[in-house]
């Protein structure tokens, strides 16, 4: 069985590492590539990036950021956020970035998961989803950070975007997020049983239990957290040798 992979995701705003809730009062929190460091030599599987700058001037800022944490750790990297077209990718790509994270702009404009794919291949193409549960016992995906329904149900959509080219999903829960009460995992679990693709899970971690239980009850790929690490309330190796110690394969430095 493959490893499972524990993520920290860091959001980026003016080339620095912030903190919110809800991206509402930002404080500075740090230089991108030293928390890079810290999360490379803690035993991260890989790092995400999120620009929630969102602008022209802030993908170039993020191409900077990605060149200088990749010239310092050795884990695969991925970035999103204000990424509208091919271009945007290849800039990213060049600059040091593994792997491709889009939202918004492929729900908007579909055809950009099959460009990006074809120019750079899927493995490079990660498709980000945020999902609420709706009234009809299902989920809706929203966008533009949540603010937007779009009446698409997230695993129909997931199972369209991976046709269409892509090869990772990262899938979190809107109700669950910043709850620390668990990670949704009948979602996760849903999506994970309708894609060949790795699944990423997002939203709701607040102990070592959560990540133990949708990495097996949620069957996902991954596990994804932010202020959790962020804040220290949870180590990175303290979380895998939990996860080892309940015989769920882990990468353990």
Known sequence: ML?????????????????????????????PVEQAKIYNDAGADELVFLDISASVEGRETMAKVVTAVADHV????????????????????????DKISINTAAVDNPSLI??????????CIIIAVD???????????????GRKTT????????????????????????????????YDLELTALAAEGVNVPIIASGGAGCVQDFADVLTLGKADAALAASLFHDNQLSIPDL??????????????
């Open 3 to 31: 490893a499972k992979r524990i993520i920290p995701c860091l959001d980026i705003k003016d080339g620095r590492v912030v903190k919110g809730v809800n991206f509402i009062n930002l404080r500075d929190a740090g230089d």
């Open 74 to 97: 050795f884990m695969p990297l991925t970035v999103g956020g204000g990424i509208r077209t091919v271009e945007d990718m290849r800039r990213l790509l060049a600059a040091g970035a």
């Open 114 to 123: 099959t460009g990006g794919a074809k120019r750079f291949g899927s493995q």
């Open 131 to 145: 999902a609420r549960r709706n009234g009809a016992g299902g989920w809706e995906v929203l966008t533009y950070g």
């Open 151 to 182: 009446g698409l149900d997230a695993v129909a959509w997931i199972r369209k975007a991976v046709e269409m080219g892509a090869g990772e999903v990262l899938l979190t829960s809107m109700d669950a997020d910043g709850t620390l009460s668990g």
């Open 240 to 253: 895998k040798s939990y996860l080892a110690a309940h015989n769920i394969p882990v990468r353990i430095t």
